[in-house]
């Protein structure tokens, strides 16, 4: 089953702030987080793992509550490179196929 | 030269025709897989291989096959194509345990 993800669209003016949340049914062993820019292929952020700590990727960061089992990605300060769609992967463990979510569109104008 | 290269990169084709997606890395991975991206949907994965010799399905397999003929190489068929198959088709790559994916550029698929 696909994890959830909120908001499924946002616009932003360059500066402010954005969460983009994952939520699972599944207990997680991982979350990876990838951007996807209109006609590209998704390109990878970052992995967070069971236990480990949060991640950081220059102004973008995300967080993973495993009791909760859900994530969340913090862009700050977005610029208009940050465009496009966010996808959230799952792990359970074992095999470690990625269930990826439906997306979150962002669009940041100017 | 692109870590991963499908081909071709658009095609149109008739409903009930038989159509052959492939996807080669040079990443010297054993993970493969194919996913499907339609609008509102994300991505959802269709067959994954962890190894020459080891298939799964993935969600949404029916009406899908696959072939894993080398560790580069996973191609994907259809083996009777339908309209509601139309959709972009993308090809991943991994290394073993929790390790970034690298996607191909897409497939863009309609089928009339």
């Known amino acids: 089953q696909q994890p959830v993800q909120s908001p499924q669209a946002v616009i932003l003016r360059e500066g402010e702030d954005a969460v983009i949340n994952c939520s699972s049914s599944k207990a997680l062993y991982s979350v990876h987080w990838y951007r996807q820019k209109h006609g590209e292929a998704p390109v990878f952020l970052m992995i967070l793992l069971k236990g480990g700590e949060q991640k950081g990727h220059e102004k973008i960061s995300a967080s993973f509550n495993e009791k909760k089992q859900q994530s969340s990605l913090y862009l700050t300060a977005s610029q208009l490179s940050y465009s496009g769609t966010y996808f959230c992967g799952t792990g359970s463990g074992g095999y470690q196929k990625v269930t990826f979510g439906t997306g979150t569109k962002l669009q940041v104008i100017p | 030269d692109a870590d991963v290269t499908q081909t071709p990169r658009n095609r149109i084709t008739k409903t009930g025709k038989r159509i052959m997606l492939e996807c080669s890395q040079t990443k010297g991975h054993d993970r493969m897989y194919w996913y499907r991206q339609d609008p509102g949907l994300g991505l959802r994965l269709i067959y994954y291989?962890?190894?020459?010799?080891?298939?799964n399905k993935g969600e949404i397999s029916d009406g899908y096959s696959v072939s894993r003929q080398a560790q580069a190489k996973f191609s994907l068929s259809l083996e009777s194509a339908i309209p509601n198959q139309t959709a972009l088709y993308f090809c991943?790559?991994?290394?073993?345990?929790?390790?970034?994916?690298?996607f191909g550029q897409g497939t863009r698929l309609t089928v009339v």
């Open positions: 991943a790559t991994s290394g073993w345990g929790d390790t970034e994916a690298f």
């Open positions: 291989s962890f190894d020459v010799k080891d298939i």
